[in-house]
């Protein structure tokens, strides 16, 4: 089966970082672009960033530019968001999810291929 495992999230203060990892399996990780997407409390699913299947293309939002880095391990089946100079708004529930193409822009997990059940990034003091 299909799995996209997120984990890396928590508590952390304003000006701190965080790495996201999304392990994958039960498909070709390789053959997809992969995505990070956030959605805060009462607020609607937020595009962050895509890289390509190699790797060698990177797109973020300019809510996040940079601060944040996507990054793949196709050996390891893995995706990755480094997250730096992580302010209040950045606090949401972090997705990954995936595409055989690429799209600049979401509205919903459901126009992906596939998508995790997220982990939960809280930026406080």
């Known amino acids: 089966q299909v799995q996209l495992v997120e984990s890396g999230g928590g508590l952390v203060q304003p000006g701190g970082s965080l790495r996201l990892s999304c392990a994958a399996s039960g498909f070709t990780f390789s053959s997809y672009w992969m995505y990070w997407v956030r959605q805060a409390p009462g607020k609607g699913l937020e595009w962050v960033s895509a890289?390509?299947?190699?790797?060698?293309?990177?797109h973020v939002a300019d809510s996040v530019l940079g601060r944040f880095t996507i990054s793949r391990d196709n050996a390891k089946n893995t995706l990755y968001l480094q997250m730096n100079s992580l302010k209040s708004e950045d606090t949401a529930m972090y997705y990954c999810?995936?595409?055989?193409?690429?799209?600049?822009?979401?509205?919903?997990?459901?126009?992906?291929?596939?998508w995790g059940q997220g982990t939960q990034v809280t930026v406080s003091s």
């Open positions: 890289i390509n299947t190699g790797g060698s293309s990177t």
């Open positions: 999810a995936s595409k055989m193409y690429f799209m600049s822009l979401a509205i919903s997990l459901f126009e992906f291929d596939y």
